[in-house]
């Protein structure tokens, strides 16, 4: 779902600005949910960035195309090649320098690189983008129950073939991520048995 919004906004399904254009593989079952869903605003944004996990690695190796081209592209991501820090430094440096203005913001699984620490750093940038620009828009796509918990979100669950509105508490990866830490002994005393 997350991809097929990207694409109706016109990013390319790897990742990044509006106008960077690159793809290593197009998934026909993209293309034709796009093509069902229309996107629509009370004020059209026209910057964003979509961040896709798994392939941020490709977004990477693209921007250093760029970079040997017009030697301005490091300058969005803190002036480093992304290949040059570690993934969660380089996801924190695309946050850090990229996500400073009113926009659409689409994120697939953050969480993918960032430690305990860094998520919590991460849900500080998110809370300075909001108050800053209200009309800014995240949607974020996440199993983490720490991104999950940020206080203004609204949370749509995807079960059984159907979107709804919950609760953080009523979420499985709450509920799965307390009972864990509760009971962490008999959790392991069930799975490691013999």
Do not use: C
């Not at 301005?72 to 992304?82: C, E, F, N, R």
Request: aromatic fraction near 14%; proline fraction near 2%.
């Amino acid at each position: 779902m997350l991809e097929a919004i990207a694409k109706n906004f016109g990013f390319s399904k790897e990742g990044g600005i509006r106008n960077t254009q690159f793809e290593t593989n197009e998934e026909d079952y993209i293309t034709k949910l796009s093509d069902k869903i229309r996107l629509s605003w009370s004020e059209k944004l026209l910057t964003g960035y979509f961040l896709r996990a798994e392939s941020f690695f490709n977004f990477a190796s693209h921007i250093d195309k760029v970079q040997k081209i017009d030697g301005k592209a490091y300058g969005a991501y803190g002036g480093v090649s992304l290949h040059q820090q570690s993934h969660g430094q380089s996801f924190m440096a695309l946050f850090q320098n990229h996500f400073y203005k009113k926009g659409f913001f689409l994120l697939d699984e953050p969480e993918a690189a960032l430690s305990v620490q860094k998520q919590l750093t991460f849900l500080a940038i998110l809370n300075d983008i909001v108050k800053k620009y209200p009309k800014a828009q995240f949607i974020i796509a996440t199993h983490s129950p720490i991104l999950l918990a940020f206080p203004t979100a609204q949370i749509l669950e995807f079960k059984n073939g159907e979107i709804r509105e919950t609760t953080y508490e009523n979420t499985e990866v709450y509920a799965v991520t307390k009972n864990f830490l509760n009971n962490k002994q008999k959790i392991f005393d069930q799975i490691f048995s013999e």
